[in-house]
């Protein structure tokens, strides 16, 4: 098992140093540089802008700056923001926090709900409840998260003034009445990320338990006397996550990139 997790680990890191490349590559061949910006001011001559592109090495190979690059990362240089004028390892830090709280509970509470509610689709399939599951699934699926977001906005937060608009990242949780402050800006972001992320794992848990279902160990568990309930949960149930398991897993690092969407649509800085 440890040579197992050391030739993973091992065959991690060539594949994290490939995709470093590519996206380095791509975002090096589009058009423009992170100094275009400046080109639309007018009181800053290009003679400066040139020497802040020499400053930055931006004038270099692109190999070059790659290793650049990676030098500087690898030393916990993570380079400079051009939009918030400051360091990007202060600007991560500082969203960190917030991103985990919000992200992390609503995949948290998405995995809670979504595995015991495939299950009991699969389980009792074109039952009511399967297609009432399968209906919202749908409609969670599919519908965008910033849509969700603005129809929650406008009848929890401006008809029904429930909850606050906006999510302040300033807020100090000290008392009983920030941390419930805290609590109602973190329900409707938390609330859209879960609608989408209990959708698509509720249809990926269903189908694999319907998978599951109807091959032939099941088929002999159930001649062998075993009650319905053991061959569910010992048999097809073990089984069937370890694909959800898998999906949930790859679904993680989306937790520490944060949710794009929902932060545009709740949060003010």
Do not use: C
Request: without cysteine.
């Amino acid at each position: 098992m440890l040579q197992y997790i050391i030739r993973r680990i091992l065959i991690v890191i060539p594949t994290l140093l490939v995709i470093s490349m590519v996206i380095f590559a791509v975002l090096a061949l589009a058009p423009g540089d992170p100094l275009a910006q400046l080109a639309l001011n007018p009181s800053i001559p290009e003679s400066t802008r040139e020497l802040i592109r020499k400053q930055f090495g931006l004038d270099q190979p692109v190999p070059i700056r790659y290793v650049r690059w990676l030098t500087s990362l690898l030393q916990g240089d993570w380079g400079w923001s051009f939009n918030s004028r400051s360091p990007v390892i202060d600007i991560i830090w500082q969203r960190l926090p917030q991103t985990l709280q919000v992200v992390g509970l609503a995949y948290l509470i998405a995995v809670v709900i979504a595995i015991p509610i495939g299950i009991i689709s699969a389980v009792k399939q074109y039952s009511f409840f399967d297609n009432l599951a399968t209906f919202f699934s749908f409609i969670g699926f599919s519908v965008p998260s910033f849509f969700t977001g603005l129809i929650l906005m406008l009848v929890f937060a401006v008809s029904l003034k429930w909850f606050p608009i906006v999510y302040s990242t300033s807020l100090q949780v000290d008392s009983w009445e920030s941390f419930w402050q805290q609590v109602r800006q973190m329900v409707l972001p938390i609330t859209v990320l879960v609608v989408q992320q209990t959708a698509a794992l509720t249809r990926f848990t269903r189908s694999s338990m319907l998978d599951n279902l109807s091959l032939d160990y099941v088929r002999t568990a159930r001649a062998k006397g075993l009650a319905e309930r053991m061959v569910i949960l010992r048999h097809v149930l073990t089984n069937s996550l370890i694909p959800v398991v898998t999906l949930i897993a790859l679904g993680i690092p989306t937790i520490f990139a944060g949710a794009i969407i929902t932060e545009n649509l709740f949060r003010v800085n």
